[in-house]
């Protein structure tokens, strides 16, 4: 099953009219406060993918916690799904799968060779149906390293495949 994700901000920066089916991406790093992240939840019509930037270094940096997200995630009846930054190790994910409601879809967030190389356990331990695969950031992970940043894509998209699960690229970017 395709999903298309698009981000919060386009409703904000275009007068592009969306399909129904769509799933509107809110990435907490761009939340300057709880206030602000309600705000925007409530005004979403779309299904929401929750973006918790677990680890995240590079600026904005989350002023959230993943309490904080996760509350959210379960006060928000439109938020089908939730993601975590960062995800490397099947058992971080089992405790962060026994966190979010079984409703909401937990979608991994692989970022690093380490998580592509523990995919299979991760996405076993956490039930998960999506994993989202950061190219931009597996690609600095491997120190800009061409030969071993395509096999690692290889083998994330094969291991989504043998899961039987989708895993969730950037297609393509907007610019408003």
């Known amino acids: 099953m395709k999903m298309i994700v698009v981000s919060n901000h386009l409703f904000q920066t275009t007068h592009v009219e969306f399909p129904e089916d769509i799933v509107v991406r809110v990435n907490l790093a761009w939340m300057k406060d709880l ?34 997200a996760l509350d959210l995630a379960k006060k928000y009846k439109n938020v089908k799904y939730f993601a975590v930054s960062n995800v490397e190790e099947p058992v971080e994910v089992k405790k962060l799968r026994g966190k979010i409601p079984a409703k909401i879809q937990f979608v991994p967030k692989i970022e690093t060779k380490r998580g592509v190389r523990n995919l299979s356990g991760i ?29 690692l894509i290889n083998a994330a998209r094969k291991c989504a495949s043998d899961c039987g699960i989708t895993l969730l690229e950037l297609q393509g970017v907007v610019f408003a």
Request: proline letters at 6%; glycine letters at 4%.
């Open 123 to 151: 996405v076993k331990a956490g039930k998960v149906k999506y994993a989202m695969l950061d190219k931009e950031d597996l690609y600095v992970d491997v120190d800009r390293d061409q030969k071993t940043f395509e096999i």
């Open 35 to 68: 206030a602000t992240a309600k705000k925007t939840l409530a005004g979403i019509k779309h299904d929401v993918y929750l973006d918790y930037p677990q680890g995240r270094s590079k600026p904005p940096r989350p002023t959230l916690t993943l309490e904080q």
